[in-house]
């Protein structure tokens, strides 16, 4: 009923308005109204808002520029991937891991738990349709989300809610170096980097000590090639398990009871103990501790896997910022050189919202992140929502997406109240 009451209005606009006749006409070849919420992103906040919505009878529409759900997990990360928190941090809102999944799921058994997850919701993404464009249309009260297929087809959906389900890492970070023309070697972005096999017995920079250069730096090593890895800046890296409990775990259980900066103490202490001065090895230590820097920049502390030991058994190098490249030679900051075969950017992502979503409320237009903090940056205006910008992994998109969630559904509610209301007072 709510379907064919909203379609009624907006025919009865278009019989009406010329104007609004012109704007369709001239938007795309193909203009759908759509009666419920419009998913931007098939990657695993995407599917949990979709799940969290159809658990409350609310059917919605997941557009995904790539042709399977979860692409960042399934094209762009290297084969050795696990996740780097144990499993009942990462499950999705409504449906746990299977119990026979180890403690730090691979990454082939965490997109089967995604395709199973989406199957189980009857989650069916509309697949290679790339959002191009979304704006809020006052004259309408509606979201105009314009997407682009494989054929170069163009479709504009008309829709009362929008959930941005892009993400904090739609699009990879390749940093501008000096000289990178003239290197020669091979140069690829970590999304591009599968395994270490194809780099045996080369010299391999890799650029970036987050999680991912880690364990690329670690990777390396184990097909036997020769990695060596920029560290720019400081970095916090923690024991992945503290007496067999896993270090996030334990964070969060003593943040229940400890000020966070106890619990940041006790974690560089318990670090010092179990993996010596990292500072000796050339990564040296934020001022804050690192659940307040996570708390305040969103960076994450290294888990340390094992890459470590072999920082300090000097398999590999760890070396200070570029300066600028020259063919097959890299030249630091510090003065020193080296020549190398090839250079691995683990430099992160970005969110590219600005690229397509014409809003600037809700959004930072600078670095495409809800302007509100968490808790509080999952809903906008108009019927827009955010999920899994929260810079705290699949346990804050979780928390987003049942909020979301909720908040269409009480919307509906209210809308149907108004409605009977509206149709009691005529009968009276």
């Given at each position: 009923?709510?379907?064919y009451h909203?379609?009624r209005?907006?025919?009865?606009?278009?019989?009406h308005?010329p104007?609004?006749?012109?704007?369709m006409?001239?938007?795309?070849?193909?203009c759908?109204?759509f009666?419920?919420?419009v998913?931007v992103?098939?990657?695993?906040?995407?599917l949990?808002?979709?799940?969290?919505?159809?658990?409350?009878?609310?059917?919605?529409?997941?557009?995904?520029r790539?042709?399977c759900l979860a692409?960042?997990?399934q094209?762009?990360?290297?084969?050795?991937?696990?996740?780097?928190?144990?499993?009942?941090?990462?499950?999705?809102?409504?449906?746990?891991?299977?119990?026979?999944?180890?403690?730090?799921?691979?990454?082939?058994?965490?997109?089967?738990y995604?395709v199973?997850?989406?199957e189980?919701?009857?989650?069916?993404?509309?697949?290679?349709?790339?959002?191009?464009?979304?704006?809020?249309?006052?004259?309408?009260?509606?979201?105009r989300?314009r997407?682009?297929?494989?054929?170069g087809?163009?479709?504009?959906?008309l829709?009362?809610?929008?959930v941005?389900?892009?993400g904090?890492?739609?699009?990879?970070?390749?940093p501008e170096?000096?000289?990178i023309?003239?290197f020669g070697?091979d140069?690829?972005?970590?999304?591009f980097?599968?395994?270490?096999?194809?780099?045996?017995?080369?010299?391999?920079?890799?650029v970036?000590c987050?999680?991912?250069g880690?364990e690329?730096?670690?990777?390396?090593?184990?097909?036997n090639?020769?990695p060596?890895?920029v560290?720019?800046?400081?970095v916090?890296?923690?024991?992945r398990?503290?007496l067999?409990k896993?270090t996030f775990?334990?964070?969060?259980?003593?943040?229940?009871?400890?000020?966070?900066r106890?619990v940041?103490?006790?974690?560089l202490?318990?670090?010092?103990?179990?993996l010596?001065?990292?500072a000796?090895?050339?990564?040296?230590?934020?001022?804050?501790?690192p659940?307040?820097l996570?708390?305040?920049?969103?960076?994450?502390?290294?888990l340390?896997?094992?890459t470590?030991?072999?920082?300090?058994?000097?398999?590999i190098?760890v070396?200070?910022?570029?300066k600028r490249l020259?063919?097959?030679?890299v030249?630091?900051?510090?003065?020193?050189?080296?020549?190398f075969d090839?250079?691995i950017?683990a430099t992160?992502?970005k969110?590219?919202v600005?690229?397509?979503?014409?809003?600037r409320?809700?959004?930072?237009?600078?670095?495409?992140?809800?302007?509100?903090?968490?808790?509080?940056?999952?809903?906008?205006?108009?019927?827009?929502y955010?999920?899994?910008?929260?810079?705290?992994g699949?346990?804050?998109?979780?928390?987003?997406?049942?909020?979301?969630?909720e908040?269409?559904?009480?919307?509906?509610?209210?809308?149907?109240?108004e409605?009977?209301?509206?149709i009691?007072?005529?009968l009276?």
């Amino acid at each position: 009923m709510e379907q064919y009451h909203c379609l009624r209005e907006i025919e009865g606009k278009q019989a009406h308005d010329p104007m609004f006749l012109e704007k369709m006409t001239k938007s795309a070849s193909r203009c759908v109204y759509f009666p419920q919420p419009v998913i931007v992103g098939a990657g695993p906040s995407g599917l949990a808002v979709a799940a969290c919505l159809k658990q409350k009878g609310v059917p919605s529409v997941v557009l995904e520029r790539s042709n399977c759900l979860a692409s960042l997990w399934q094209l762009k990360t290297y084969d050795r991937l696990q996740l780097h928190l144990p499993k009942q941090f990462c499950e999705l809102p409504l449906m746990g891991f299977p119990p026979d999944f180890p403690t730090y799921p691979t990454k082939q058994q965490f997109v089967d738990y995604l395709v199973d997850y989406a199957e189980k919701f009857d989650i069916r993404p509309q697949f290679n349709e790339t959002v191009e464009w979304a704006e809020y249309d006052p004259m309408l009260g509606l979201w105009r989300v314009r997407s682009v297929g494989a054929k170069g087809e163009e479709m504009e959906y008309l829709c009362q809610w929008l959930v941005v389900a892009t993400g904090e890492n739609a699009e990879a970070v390749v940093p501008e170096i000096e000289g990178i023309e003239e290197f020669g070697g091979d140069i690829r972005h970590t999304s591009f980097y599968k395994s270490g096999e194809q780099f045996r017995g080369k010299k391999v920079l890799v650029v970036g000590c987050g999680n991912s250069g880690m364990e690329v730096c670690l990777d390396l090593c184990n097909h036997n090639a020769k990695p060596s890895l920029v560290v720019r800046d400081t970095v916090h890296v923690l024991p992945r398990e503290i007496l067999g409990k896993s270090t996030f775990g334990l964070s969060m259980w003593l943040l229940k009871w400890l000020p966070m900066r106890l619990v940041d103490r006790f974690l560089l202490l318990v670090s010092w103990f179990m993996l010596g001065n990292t500072a000796r090895f050339g990564l040296g230590r934020p001022q804050l501790g690192p659940l307040e820097l996570k708390n305040r920049s969103g960076k994450t502390p290294v888990l340390d896997v094992g890459t470590l030991a072999k920082i300090k058994g000097g398999d590999i190098k760890v070396c200070p910022a570029i300066k600028r490249l020259k063919q097959h030679t890299v030249e630091f900051v510090n003065g020193k050189t080296g020549s190398f075969d090839a250079i691995i950017l683990a430099t992160g992502y970005k969110s590219n919202v600005p690229r397509w979503l014409k809003e600037r409320e809700m959004f930072s237009e600078k670095d495409g992140f809800p302007r509100r903090p968490f808790p509080n940056g999952w809903k906008g205006e108009g019927g827009l929502y955010a999920v899994g910008f929260t810079k705290r992994g699949l346990l804050g998109a979780s928390m987003d997406a049942n909020r979301i969630a909720e908040d269409i559904a009480e919307d509906i509610k209210r809308c149907w109240k108004e409605k009977a209301k509206k149709i009691n007072d005529l009968l009276i």
